[in-house]
């Protein structure tokens, strides 16, 4: 079993950056490709960005390309989202996600450990 804890959730006014991480405990995060995903109020949980085990190929959401960077440690057990030039749009609870497996994929229902999720709200 995996739990995954995200933090660096948080408020911002819109044009500014936040970082997300994920840190695991259990089982070292080397073992999964990992995504983010996010989920605002009304809506279904849209995929955000994903990286491999190795960290190559990170693929990332038309929306959030060129704004946010996937990064992962695997010494260090983490996972990162940089997120900047944040909009409105952005805001929602942002999830980190596990897949047992090497590529990093886009759909939800691959990833088999998910997190609790951290709010991020983006004020226009």
């Known amino acids: 079993q995996v739990q995954l804890v995200e933090s660096g959730g948080g408020w911002v006014q819109a044009g500014g950056s936040l970082r997300l991480s994920c840190s695991a405990s259990g089982r070292t995060l080397s073992n999964y490709a990992m995504g983010w995903f996010r989920q605002a109020p009304g809506n279904q949980r849209e995929f955000v960005a994903a990286?491999?085990?190795?960290?190559?190929?990170?693929n990332y959401a038309d929306s959030v390309k060129g704004r946010f960077t996937v990064s992962r440690d695997n010494a260090q057990n983490t996972v990162s989202l940089q997120m900047n030039s944040l909009k409105p749009e952005d805001t929602a609870v942002y999830y980190c996600?596990?897949?047992?497996?090497?590529?990093?994929?886009?759909?939800?229902?691959?990833?088999?450990?998910w997190g609790q999720g951290t709010q991020v709200t983006v004020s226009s």
């Open positions: 996600a596990a897949r047992t497996g090497y590529v990093a994929r886009a759909v939800k229902d691959s990833y088999d450990y």
């Open positions: 990286i491999s085990r190795s960290g190559s190929g990170p």
